[in-house]
């Protein structure tokens, strides 16, 4: 059984930082790309970014590019997501995916964590 447990999440003002964090534990196969998606109050989940299992090939969505970086630490079996620069829209609950190569699609992707709350204030 793959668990994925994201934890950074919390309260800041705009214009601010967050470093969240998803540890993968269980049966890890040989490669998998990694995600970043992210769901505010009354809006569907919307794709963040991802990364390949090397990190060489990682995607943004056009709202976080420049302010965000996804890289991940395969010895550590974790996923990283640097938030810079933010803004209120970026509240919302973030979570990180598993999946078998990387998609900006939430139905590619298997396994997912229960999500961290990432509120921003003006």
């Known amino acids: 059984q793959v668990q994925l447990v994201e934890s950074g999440g919390g309260l800041v003002q705009a214009g601010g930082s967050l470093t969240l964090s998803c540890a993968v534990s269980g049966y890890i196969s040989s490669s998998y790309a990694m995600a970043w998606f992210r769901q505010a109050p009354g809006k569907e989940r919307e794709f963040v970014a991802f990364s390949s299992w090397s990190g060489g090939n990682t995607l943004y969505a056009d709202s976080v590019k420049g302010r965000f970086t996804i890289s991940r630490d395969n010895a550590k079996n974790t996923l990283y997501l640097q938030m810079n620069s933010l803004k209120p829209e970026d509240t919302a609950v973030y979570y990180c995916?598993?999946?078998?190569?990387?998609?900006?699609?939430?139905?590619?992707?298997?396994?997912w964590g229960q999500g961290t709350q990432v509120t921003v204030s003006s």
């Open positions: 995916a598993r999946g078998p190569r990387g998609s900006v699609y939430s139905a590619r992707y298997d396994y």
